[in-house]
């Protein structure tokens, strides 16, 4: 691909996605969906314009890199804190009641083989953090104790889904898991958990001290994103998603996150105000990219609708995935209208479903029925999800 051609491209996803998105939600439809449908429309589900390619794929993890950092900034560690049994319970019940579910379904009843059964399952794991952040975002929710629970429910059901991803990788070349490698794997993850905030708050600390010594606030911008870039490699080094590290920064750099044993690293409002200032206009840029990348990777001419075994197994799958994943939100205390919003915020798969349908397809575990079935399946869960969110938010 060319720069040129890049730059067109960018054109097109950019001005179309803010169109469309919103004029969605003039409608009263979430934003969200149209930018997904752009990619739809853009990608090789319809007029095939836009390449799902490398660099659009990096810009599109820099949008959703950005986005949970400025969600990390603006969240709550006090409430993140009191919701945390809560998060937990509804990320172990949200990644593994799916993977069970759909292990079982697709063995017992589709007659499919073990490895296959195992992939499908895995496919129906995670949660698509992105695209849950924003919608509850865009209805003005985040705030909200519901919402925290979410947060952290998705949060630690990405990390659930690197790992499940890590076990069946290696159980399908060696025909058996290594414990310890998973075991080393979650030691990794939660060694940068524990250790993360600290450097974010030292090196935030350092940028204040710096920009102060310059004489210029306009060195405190481009470090912060440097930090964001930095704390999404090292999460990619120690196991866990790239997202992981740029939540974890925001939260560190957030005016409500102070470590009990070094207040005085504690970010100033200054500082703080400059760091927001400068990222939401990041946000309204990249993340865009993210959505439609969403929509491109779709590739809907690939499901032949007229075939009896693909509706057959669609609409199993389909029911498996919907109430494996609301399922979550009933272990927790509050109302029935709590228990659905977190239920279908657990719901789409998004990009994550996608890499998983992906793998299985590459490495001959998918024909092209049951490859089209994870894909249908996929969308219509990370299509449902903002209507349903729309709908009970509504007061």
């Known amino acids: 691909m060319e720069v040129h051609d890049l730059f067109l491209y960018l054109a097109i996803i950019l001005f179309l996605a803010r169109v469309i998105g919103d004029t969605f939600g003039k409608l009263g439809l979430p934003p969200v969906l149209g930018e997904i449908l752009v990619g739809v429309l853009l990608g090789q589900s319809a007029l095939g314009l836009i390449p799902a390619n490398e660099v659009i794929k990096i810009l599109a993890e820099i949008g959703v890199i950005l986005l949970l950092f400025h969600i990390g900034l603006e969240a709550d560690i006090n409430q993140l804190g009191k919701v945390g049994p809560s998060a937990l319970v509804v990320a172990f019940v949200g990644a593994f009641a799916p993977m069970l579910l759909g292990t079982l379904v697709s063995y017992y009843l589709l007659g499919l083989p073990l490895m296959v059964s195992l992939f499908v399952g895995g496919t129906l794991t995670a949660t698509s953090i992105g695209i849950t952040v924003r ?5 003005g929710k985040m705030k909200e104790r519901f919402a925290q629970i979410v947060l952290g429910a998705a949060v630690l059901d990405d990390i659930l889904g690197v ?39 030292i090196l935030g600390k350092i940028i204040s001290l710096l920009s102060k010594g310059l004489g210029t606030e306009d060195f405190i911008p481009p470090t912060v994103v440097a930090t964001i870039f930095l704390f999404a490699f090292l999460a990619h080094e120690m196991g866990s998603p790239e ?12 005016r409500r996150f102070a470590l009990p044993f070094a207040l005085f690293l504690k970010t100033d409002e200054k500082m703080a105000h400059k760091v927001e200032h400068t990222i939401t206009p990041l946000v309204w840029v990249f ?3 993210f959505f439609v990348y969403v929509g491109l990777q779709l590739n809907l001419k ?10 057959r197994l669609s609409l199993l799958l389909l029911v498996v ?20 919003l977190i239920g279908f915020s657990m719901l789409p798969r998004g990009e994550v479903g996608l890499i998983f349908a992906e793998f299985g397809r590459q490495s001959g575990l998918y024909d ?16 449902l999800s903002p209507f349903a969110l729309k709908m009970l938010a509504k007061e």
């Open 135 to 139: 919608v509850l975002d865009d209805l």
């Open 163 to 201: 790992i499940v991803l890590a076990g069946l990788y290696e159980f399908s070349k060696e025909s058996e898991v290594q414990l310890e490698g998973l075991g080393l794997l979650v030691l990794y993850i939660a060694v940068f958990f524990i250790f993360s905030p600290i450097l974010a708050q």
């Open 243 to 254: 997202i992981l590290g740029a939540f974890t920064a925001g939260l560190a750099l957030s």
């Open 287 to 289: 993340t865009p990219v």
């Open 302 to 311: 690939a499901i032949d609708f007229s075939s009896y075994e693909f509706w």
């Open 321 to 340: 995935a919907v109430v494996s994943k609301v399922l979550s939100g009933f272990f927790v205390r509050g109302t029935l209208r709590e228990k659905l």
């Open 368 to 383: 092209a029925t049951l490859y089209a079935v994870v894909v249908f399946v996929v969308a219509v869960t990370t299509l």
